[in-house]
């Protein structure tokens, strides 16, 4: 099992594993909840942040560095601007990691400044937002770190800040390392360069890369969504290079393909005397940015896909060559340019509307991390955050109206829920607020069709076994006929005429009882004479007669409850 693997990785396990022919069960990569924004990294990315976390004060929340230095000098900023903020990475002894770890989670600290050392195993369901100071080494990396956000299915805003100059420091870590190692890994930074500078829906871009198909042309949840680009007609230089790529037989990679149609001699073109041929250079009139975009969009929409086992390599699939001989439109969105000056405003985009009472929701927020406090337990132990909103729209007064907030069960409303009820119902009385419940129009409850069926047919004199086989019921393992008209004389046996008019019927159902053995009702009629009637497998018993039924209709208060 695990929970971020590309179709390669899926391969190589099944590969290594020996089971190349096994069934594979994958459930969604999609997190509907997650809102994913990339921003350029300017000179003011750290007030951009200070700002955002601000606007989001009380709010947990990770920003995620790649150096252990700026773990630390980006925690004394945040403690500087007057927020609350510990750092975690592997360079601090276990315990000081474990003691900012549960300062995190008690929520005594709103913000962690990590590695990515931290995450691993921490299941804190009400993390708001996570925070990329810089660009993260893969895609597999960065879905696992935003992952950390919204796990209760609240809101989860996902925010990266890129600069290439990230990347290319980045690359140079990799020096020294294997020759297969260091090709891998830069394939990987060009993913990570391509999701970052993408114009396309980032969901649909994520959801590609771990071989998922995202259909809708808008999430509604992404910067690239949210403010969507212009297109340009497309149809003649995806055309342009499927050419190049069937040309070239295959065998290379996105960068070979752009160096090629940009006209670039580099080692590897020259070497393989590529530069002599006659589509060399054939896309000069493009730059480099259009045709990855060119690439990068053709890769989603199915027309070429990724050899597996040669990781990158770019084959062309039957939707590629249908493509080829006869061409449709194909719209492009152009990469965005990033310049690391840009430094924009961080736009304060919220949740969506919401119904909530902020004012209640603060003040339950503060009576849960007293209770926490006091049990020392985490506060989302208590009432997750999507538990509170719930409550601070619906205003349950009474431990009953609690147990219907999604997440709150009867356990937790009797631990926890008596102190929340007795806050909200303070609060509602002294801002005078109708509740939703206050308003509701309770209505009437329609009579059950098989309980009037058989009300019905005992009033007809219908024999029980014929009701019971007509609506496929099981039978009552046992019968007793009561007239409470009758009181037996001290001493005497307990009889019933079976032709008295006032005759009343009532059975019982005894579960774990064998079906010939009789038993008496379990509410007896006060003042009245039960005589048992014993069963055969066929019903009542030869030996007894078969009762008169009523014909006044059963319409007394003693009849009623007897049915």
């Not at 992952?147 to 809101?155: H, L, N, Q, S, T």
Request: aromatic share 8%.
């Amino acid at each position: 099992m695990t929970a971020t693997a590309t179709p390669k990785v899926q391969h190589d396990i099944q590969k290594n594993l020996g089971m190349l022919d096994a069934t594979v069960f994958k459930s969604s990569f999609n997190r509907s909840n997650l809102y994913y924004e990339v921003r350029p990294k300017g000179k003011d990315v750290d007030r951009e942040i200070i700002k955002y976390i601000k606007a989001n004060e009380g709010k947990s929340g990770i920003v995620y560095c790649l150096s252990r230095k700026r773990v630390e000098e980006f925690t004394d900023i945040l403690c500087a601007n007057g927020i609350k903020a510990l750092p975690y990475h592997a360079g601090m002894d276990s315990q000081a990691r474990s003691r900012n770890q549960d300062a995190f989670l008690m929520e005594e600290a709103d913000v962690i400044v990590a590695t990515i050392a931290f995450g691993m195993g921490i299941d804190k369901p009400d993390v708001r937002y996570v925070i990329h100071y810089d660009i993260p080494k893969s895609l597999e990396g960065y879905y696992q770190e935003t992952g950390r956000a919204g796990r209760d299915g609240g809101e989860g805003r996902c925010l990266a800040f890129y600069a290439y100059k990230d990347l290319q420091k980045l690359e140079k870590f990799l020096q020294g390392k294997p020759i297969i190692e260091q090709e891998i890994g830069k394939q990987l930074l060009l993913e990570t360069a391509a999701y970052a500078e993408s114009a396309v829906c980032r969901r649909k871009v994520l959801l590609h890369y771990f071989g998922e198909e995202f259909t809708e042309e808008n999430c509604g949840s992404c910067d690239n969504c949210l403010t969507p680009r212009t297109t340009v007609e497309g149809k003649e230089l995806l055309v342009t290079a499927l050419e190049a790529i069937d040309l070239l037989r295959e065998r290379y990679k996105a960068e070979h393909i752009v160096d090629f149609l940009m006209g670039k001699e580099t080692a590897d073109i020259v070497s393989y005397q590529q530069n002599e041929m006659e589509q060399f250079g054939s896309g000069q009139e493009e730059d480099d940015k259009t045709w990855n975009a060119v690439l990068r969009q053709a890769l989603i929409a199915g027309y070429l896909t990724k050899e597996i086992e040669n990781y990158g390599t770019l084959r062309i699939t039957p939707q590629g060559r249908e493509f080829m001989e006869h061409p449709t439109s194909f719209r492009v969105v152009k990469d965005k340019e990033f310049e690391e000056d840009e430094g924009a405003d961080m736009p304060m985009r919220g949740s969506g509307a919401s119904a909530v009472d902020p004012a209640l929701f603060s003040i339950m927020k503060d009576l849960r991390k007293k209770l926490s406090k006091q049990l020392d337990v985490p506060p989302f132990v208590i009432f997750q955050d999507p538990s509170l909103e719930a409550m601070a729209t619906t205003y349950p007064v009474t431990l009953e109206e609690l147990q219907n907030i999604p997440g709150v069960g009867s356990g937790k409303a009797k631990r926890y829920g008596t102190e929340f009820v007795a806050l909200i119902k303070k609060y509602v009385e002294e801002n005078e607020i109708e509740r939703p419940e206050d308003m509701r129009v309770r209505t009437v409850a329609n009579k059950s069709k098989l309980k009037v069926y058989i009300v019905q047919s005992i009033d007809r004199k219908v024999a029980l076994d014929d009701i019971a086989s007509s609506k496929g019921l099981e039978f009552p393992s046992c019968w007793t006929r009561s007239n409470p008209s009758s009181t037996p004389a001290p001493g005497s046996t307990s009889t019933t005429s079976s032709s008295t008019p006032s005759t009343r019927i009532a059975w019982t159902t005894s579960i774990n009882t064998s079906r010939s053995q009789p038993r008496t009702a379990s509410r007896r009629p006060s003042k009245s004479s039960v005589a048992t009637i014993p069963r055969t497998r066929s019903g009542l018993s030869a030996s007894s007669s078969s009762p008169k039924w009523p014909t006044n209709g059963l319409t007394d208060q003693s009849s009623t409850n007897q049915r």
